[in-house]
């Protein structure tokens, strides 16, 4: 199958990078014990919401860049009418 390894890049930054970061601190918001103290409670929210933000823009980036090299393999390797 061609491209196997970029279609494989693909499903890992969608669905792994979600399941690996982004799970975990949502399941930590809703059933984690939080702390008392207002300031850290807020620190601890707002470090949360940061880690689950930024890990939810790099599966976007990762697509993006595998779309990239698909698009730079196809060019490469094949040709349109390249037998006539």
Same mark, same amino acid.
Not at 17 to 37: E, I, M, Q, S
Not at 58 to 68: D, Q, Y
């Given at each position: 199958?061609?491209?196997?390894?970029?279609?494989?890049?693909?499903?890992?930054?969608?669905?792994?990078? +979600? %399941?690996? =970061?982004?799970?975990? *601190?949502?399941?930590?918001?809703?059933? #984690?014990?939080?702390?008392?103290?207002?300031?850290?409670?807020?620190?601890?929210? +707002? %470090?949360? =919401?940061?880690?689950? *933000?930024?890990?939810?823009?790099?599966? #976007?980036?990762?697509?993006?860049?595998?779309?990239?090299?698909?698009?730079?393999?196809?060019?490469?390797?094949?040709?349109?009418?390249?037998?006539?």
């Amino acid at each position: 199958m061609p491209f196997f390894v970029d279609f494989v890049s693909i499903c890992c930054a969608v669905g792994f990078t +979600l %399941l690996d =970061f982004v799970f975990h *601190t949502l399941a930590f918001l809703k059933a #984690g014990k939080l702390p008392r103290n207002r300031a850290l409670r807020l620190s601890m929210h +707002l %470090l949360n =919401f940061a880690i689950a *933000t930024w890990f939810s823009v790099v599966p #976007g980036l990762g697509s993006v860049g595998t779309i990239r090299f698909i698009v730079e393999d196809i060019i490469k390797t094949y040709n349109f009418f390249h037998d006539m």
